[in-house]
C-alpha cells in the first residue's frame, strides 16, 4: 500500500523497567515487529525494507516477531520469509502466530515452516531461553485458537523469575493478570487505524458514543459494538505502553495496512531497553 495511506515508517523508542531484572541484562535491547499481513497489497516492498534496515540498525539483542505475517492465504509467507531472513541480532528471532496466520486449516504449519526454514524460532504455548535462564520469553498460543491455554505455559515458571510474553491479541493481557508479565508484547490492532492527536483511536470515542445511544438506534450504525469488539475487546490497549494491574502491556501498532489506511497512526518499528529498577 502507498505510504500516502499509511503514513511514514515510524521508529519507536521505550525504556521498560523490569523487577528483579539481573545486572548483566541491564540494557538488553528488543526490536518488535508485527502484522506484516505481507500479500501483495497491505504493505509494500519499500516500508518493508526500511522496517528490516531499522531494526538491524538498532543492533538488537533479540528480536521478536507477534504475528499475523499473512492475510488470508499463507502462501506469501516464503517470499516474506526471504526478506526476512536479512534480520540481524545477537541472541536470534523469537515469534509467535496470530489469527490469520491460522486461517486455513493448513496455515499453522506453512507459516511455521517457512519461518523456521530461515532460522526464526516460532513458539507456539512455548518458553525460550535466548537471553539466559534469568529471564525467559514466553510464547503463547493466538488467542483466537483453541489452543490458547496460557496456564500450562506460565505455570512452569516461578513467580520469582522475569519474564517477556509474546501474544498476538492484547486482550490476552486481561486474562494474563493471573501471573506475573514483566512485559507482553502484542499486536492485531493496528493502532486503531484512525486516530485523534491526543486523544487516542476514534473507534475508542465511537464506542463511547454508541453506548450512549439507545439500543434501537445503536444496530442503525454503521459499525455496531459487537463488531468492533469481534476485533478486541479492549481498544482501549489499541497502541502503546500500559499497565495491567501488575503487569506491562506493549502494543506495537504493526506494519500493515487496511482500508481505510492509516491517519495519525504510522507503522512502527519499536525498540525496547530493558532496565533493572
Not at 1 to 7: I, K
Not at 47 to 63: E, K, M, R, T, V
Not at 200 to 216: A, F, S, T
Not at 245 to 267: A, D, I, K
Request: hydrophobic letters at 40%.
Amino acid at each position: 500500500m502507498h505510504w500516502l495511506f499509511t503514513g511514514r515508517l515510524s521508529i519507536d523508542e521505550l525504556k521498560v523497567k523490569i523487577a528483579d531484572l539481573p545486572q548483566s541484562l541491564h540494557g538488553t535491547k528488543l526490536v518488535h515487529l508485527t502484522d506484516f499481513h505481507y500479500d501483495g497489497v497491505r504493505l509494500s516492498e519499500e516500508l518493508l525494507q526500511q522496517a528490516i534496515a531499522a531494526s538491524n540498525a538498532a543492533n538488537p539483542d533479540i528480536i521478536v516477531l507477534t504475528g499475523d505475517y499473512v492475510t488470508d492465504d499463507p502462501k506469501p509467507i516464503n517470499q516474506l520469509a526471504l526478506r526476512l531472513k536479512d534480520l540481524q541480532s545477537r541472541c536470534g528471532v523469537y515469534a509467535v502466530l496470530g489469527n490469520h496466520d491460522i486461517h486455513y486449516k493448513h496455515s499453522k504449519a506453512e507459516v511455521t515452516s517457512a519461518l523456521t526454514s530461515i532460522g526464526i524460532h516460532v513458539l507456539w504455548n512455548e518458553i525460550a531461553y535466548p537471553l539466559g535462564p534469568q529471564l525467559p520469553i514466553v510464547g503463547l498460543a493466538d488467542y483466537w485458537s483453541k489452543e490458547f491455554q496460557p496456564a500450562v505455559v506460565m505455570n512452569q515458571l516461578n513467580c520469582h523469575t522475569p519474564r517477556i510474553v509474546l501474544s498476538h491479541n492484547p486482550d490476552t493481557a486481561e486474562i494474563l493478570q493471573q501471573w506475573r508479565v514483566d512485559l507482553q508484547l502484542s499486536g492485531h490492532t493496528h493502532g486503531g487505524h484512525i486516530v485523534l492527536p491526543g486523544l487516542g483511536p476514534v473507534i475508542v470515542h465511537y464506542q463511547k458514543l454508541l453506548k450512549q445511544l439507545p439500543q434501537k438506534l445503536q444496530r442503525w450504525q454503521p459499525l455496531s459494538l459487537g463488531d468492533c469488539s469481534k476485533v478486541v475487546k479492549h481498544w482501549e490497549w489499541a497502541k502503546g505502553f500500559h499497565q495491567v494491574s501488575n503487569n506491562q502491556l506493549y502494543v506495537n501498532r504493526g506494519l500493515g495496512t487496511y482500508r481505510p489506511g492509516r491517519l495519525f497512526c504510522p507503522p512502527e518499528v519499536t525498540v525496547i531497553t530493558l532496565m533493572t529498577q
